[in-house]
């Protein structure tokens, strides 16, 4: 792990229940200042059709909220910096409305069929898309049909990579058909040539 992602995360209870349970618990470390994305972080969040998106309300309670769309629509805009577009739902807003009182975000990418993933935290802010022409530009994705309301903005803090034990592989229907194509080739190929023997 990351020791600025540690650092962040190992507070005092961690380390309570990690000393209940082990006999011992991890040193956090001290760092300064946020993590700097690589080039391996950016093209696995480039390579990313969702992911999920963590905020806390007002009152202490979290929301966990999915997030999809083309690929790449998750941008990388430097590299301590990422965004999106939030196009119009279903208008509960709880995540913007969560951002309003804590910007606090913990976005968690998998890609199911590597068995890989990337935690990264960051504080995030939201802005009106109409005011931020230049932004919303560099955020849409070309061809996007459904209005852009909001955009997120969110400064990366930490983030950390973790092992693949425990992800089952899992394949949208576009890796299915694009890992079968071959074999619906051959296949076409046999009935052709099974046909020109056909009375």
């Given amino acids: 792990m990351s020791s600025r992602f540690m650092d962040l995360m190992l507070t005092p209870s961690v380390q309570a229940a990690q000393a209940r349970a082990y006999g011992r618990s991890q040193a956090r470390p001290t760092t300064e200042g946020p993590q700097v994305l690589g080039p391996d972080e950016a093209a696995f969040i480039a390579g990313m059709d969702s992911f999920y998106l963590a905020t806390v309300s007002e009152e202490g309670w979290p929301y966990v909220q999915h997030r999809g769309g083309p690929k790449g629509f998750l941008k990388v805009l430097g590299p301590a910096e990422l965004g999106f577009a939030d196009l119009r739902g279903n208008r509960q807003l709880?995540?913007?409305?969560?951002?309003?009182?804590?910007?606090?975000?913990?976005?968690?990418?998998?890609?199911?069929?590597?068995?890989?993933?990337?935690?990264?935290?960051?504080?995030?802010?939201?802005?009106e898309a109409a005011s931020n022409p230049e932004l919303a530009e560099a955020l849409i994705v070309p061809g996007q049909q459904?209005?852009?309301?909001?955009?997120?903005?969110?400064?990366?803090?930490?983030?950390?990579?973790?092992?693949?034990?425990?992800?089952?592989?899992?394949?949208?229907?576009?890796?299915?058909?694009?890992?079968?194509?071959?074999?619906?080739?051959?296949?076409?190929?046999?009935?052709a040539e099974l046909a020109r023997f056909r009375p």
Wanted: glycine share 4%; net charge positive.
């Fill in 94 to 127: 709880l995540s913007t409305g969560n951002l309003s009182k804590d910007g606090r975000v913990c976005l968690f990418l998998m890609n199911y069929p590597l068995k890989a993933r990337l935690k990264i935290l960051g504080r995030a802010e939201v802005l």
């Fill in 146 to 191: 459904a209005v852009t309301e909001r955009l997120f903005r969110i400064r990366v803090e930490a983030f950390d990579w973790n092992c693949p034990q425990h992800i089952t592989p899992r394949y949208t229907e576009a890796e299915i058909r694009e890992a079968v194509l071959p074999l619906r080739t051959r296949i076409a190929e046999l009935e």
